[in-house]
Nanobody, 126 residues
Framework: QVQLVESGGGLVQAGGSLRLSCANS????????MGWFRQAPGKEREFVAA????????TYADSVKGRFTMSRDGAKNTNYLQMNSLKQEDTAVYYC???????????????????WGQGTQVTVSS
């Protein structure tokens, strides 16, 4: 069983930065494709970013491209989402997700992920 624990959310002013972390309890972290999704109030959950198993490839939603960067640290079993130039429309609960089915990735669709974290709130004020 894999547990994902997000941290790093909070309240930040527009234009500011936050770094989200997702700790993965799985024993074979390097086997998992990792992703981030978010859900704003009254909206469906949407894709944000994903990283391949090797960490060599990433993919981003158009709305965050150039502002967000996803990375992973195998030694710490953790992946990160560095969020810069935050906008009010980035306000949402952010969820970390893992795919354990031996795909190389990255992957952009919710149904491709097997495990989900509990989410961390990001609020961007004006």
């Amino acid at each position: 069983q894999v547990q994902l624990v997000e941290s790093g959310g909070g309240l930040v002013q527009a234009g500011g930065s936050l770094r989200l972390s997702c700790a993965n309890s799985g024993r074979a972290f390097s086997r998992y494709v990792m992703g981030w999704f978010r859900q704003a109030p009254g909206k469906e959950r949407e894709f944000v970013a994903a990283i391949s198993r090797s960490g060599s490839r990433t993919t981003y939603a158009d709305s965050v491209k150039g502002r967000f960067t996803m990375s992973r640290d195998g030694a710490k079993n953790t992946n990160y989402l560095q969020m810069n130039s935050l906008k009010q429309e980035d306000t949402a609960v952010y969820y970390c997700a893992a795919n354990s089915r031996d795909y190389e990735g990255p992957l952009r669709r919710e149904y491709e992920y097997d495990y989900w974290g509990q989410g961390t709130q990001v609020t961007v004020s004006s």
